[in-house]
Every structure is written in C-alpha cells, then in structure tokens.
C-alpha cells in the first residue's frame, strides 16, 4: 500500500491540501504506523521521484486488517463529489 509519510511532509510544511493537488476529486485519510504495525504490517519509506516522502505499507491484507485501517482511520482532507 502506497502512503506519504506524515510527519516527513509536515516537517516541510506540506499540507493534506498539498498532497492532493495532483489528485482531483479524491480525499486523504490517515493511520498512523502504529495502527499499521499492530497489524503486523511493515511500514518503511520509498521516495519517488514525484513524492519525495513517499512510503509503503507491505503485509497481507485480510478482511480483518482493512476492518481495523478503516476504524482508526481519521479525515485529514473531505471533499465531497462535484
């Protein structure tokens, strides 16, 4: 699973805003690595040349797993369809 690690671009003063201008019409929630890493899931960074603070989220995803992203997941931008 693709993520932008949060405290790395807050670091720069990027914002949820910031990190969806190339994404129209999508919204951005977050978990923390915490939430990820009580699910047995590996998190580590991957920068890409078009997101420096890129990083993955690599792990089986069962049911139970996407269940408990879902719950601990917060609202960080809500847009809502045009």
Do not use: C, N
Not at 60 to 81: N, Q
């Amino acid at each position: 699973m693709s993520i932008v690690l949060g405290k790395d671009a807050l670091a720069k003063g990027r914002t949820g805003e910031d990190l969806l201008a190339k994404f129209d019409g999508y919204s951005l929630a977050a978990i923390t690595a915490r939430d990820a890493r009580a699910s047995k899931q590996i998190v580590y960074r991957a920068p890409v040349s078009d997101e420096p603070d890129h990083g993955e989220v690599k792990g089986d995803k069962p049911k139970a797993v996407r269940r408990s992203f879902a719950e601990a997941a917060k609202w960080v931008v809500l847009r809502t369809p045009s």
